[in-house]
């Protein structure tokens, strides 16, 4: 990729480090600067969408701004039909219509102040990482993702059941299973609690019951459907990802000691953080193989 020039050229010795830069940049404040004061919906955070290929209207049924941080360096749409993302990054580019390069030097420089010109339409990579998101969606089957994550569900066709994996979700007795998916009008599968009332797609599953960030839940589901045609080309060379071993035994005994140790008396502490402070069910701790290590 063509490097435009920039005051980093006229600063000798100085890179630009996309890493340093981000983990600097605190998402929510970069997200208030420029998206304008976040609107709260319990403890979360909203901010109106900035991709300039968001579908009208900014906010959901409910009211309430779509894009929330999902990571500490990611946020994400939540509306139906977009499927933006990024980073600090990315939202510099989106409401500033810069490019990347002068997006990594504007948060580099400016710590608060980036309201300095009117959004200009699309950014290929915004639309890029979109597209792909739908194709890649439409490849997970939600109700094997949902057996694989939560446990095999309740019940069959449409009125099979899930335990809900969201943190703020009651206490679950299993009996009904709350979470029940549906194919929306764009054709794409989507969850939704019928206690809590979390909802939401593939990726927001992972993010939710594997703790991951946006990103790394995208590539979760990339690596589940053998999908690495569609993978955004890198900004910059990549070094070789190491080759994937099989899990060693080693690992895989830690990993039953660990189960094992969560279900026995001496576990107490951490199945109670687990299922009452977290409010994770027995049977999402099992699928996903949990386990207690209270450390030497
Ligand atoms: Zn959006
Ligand atoms: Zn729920």
């Known amino acids: 990729m063509a490097v435009p020039p920039t005051t980093a050229a006229a600063s000798p010795g100085r890179r630009l480090d996309r890493d340093q830069i981000l983990a600097r940049a605190e998402l929510r404040a970069v997200a208030d600067s420029l998206l304008g004061p ?3 919906q319990g403890r979360q955070l909203r901010w109106p969408c900035p991709h300039p290929e968001h579908p009208a209207p900014a906010s959901d049924r409910s009211g309430q701004p779509t894009l929330k941080i999902t990571g500490p360096q990611t946020w994400k749409c939540q509306a ?3 499927d933006a993302w990024g980073s600090a990054i990315d939202l510099v580019m989106h409401t500033q219509g810069r490019s990347f390069r002068e997006a990594l030097r504007i948060l580099d420089e400016h710590a608060g102040a980036f309201r300095t010109r009117q959004p200009r339409p699309t950014s290929q ?13 439409a490849r997970v089957d939600l109700v094997e993702l949902a057996d694989r994550l939560l446990g095999p569900g309740k019940g069959r066709g449409r009125g099979r059941g899930w335990p809900c994996p969201h943190p703020q979700h009651p206490a679950q007795t299993g009996r009904t299973p709350p979470l029940k998916i549906k194919r929306g009008s764009d054709g794409l599968q989507r969850w939704k609690c019928f ?13 939710l019951t594997l703790q991951r960030d946006t990103g790394e839940a995208i590539r979760y589901l990339r690596d589940l459907v053998g999908d690495r045609a569609v993978a955004p080309p890198p900004r910059r060379p990549v070094p070789p990802a190491p080759r994937r071993a099989k899990p060693s035994p080693v ?3 830690y990993v039953d000691q660990c189960q094992k140790l969560l279900w026995s008396d001496t576990g107490a502490v951490g199945r109670d953080y687990l299922m ?10 099992r699928a996903n193989r949990v386990g207690y290590d209270p450390g030497p």
């Open 251 to 253: 690992l895989g005994g």
């Open 195 to 207: 206690g809590c009332g979390a909802r939401g797609d593939a990726i927001d599953l992972v993010e």
């Open 80 to 82: 139906e039909g977009c």
């Open 38 to 40: 976040a609107a709260r």
């Open 276 to 285: 009452k402070r977290r409010g994770l069910s027995a049977q999402i701790l």
């Open 125 to 137: 990579g915004g639309r890029v990482q979109r597209l792909d998101l739908a194709r890649l969606k």
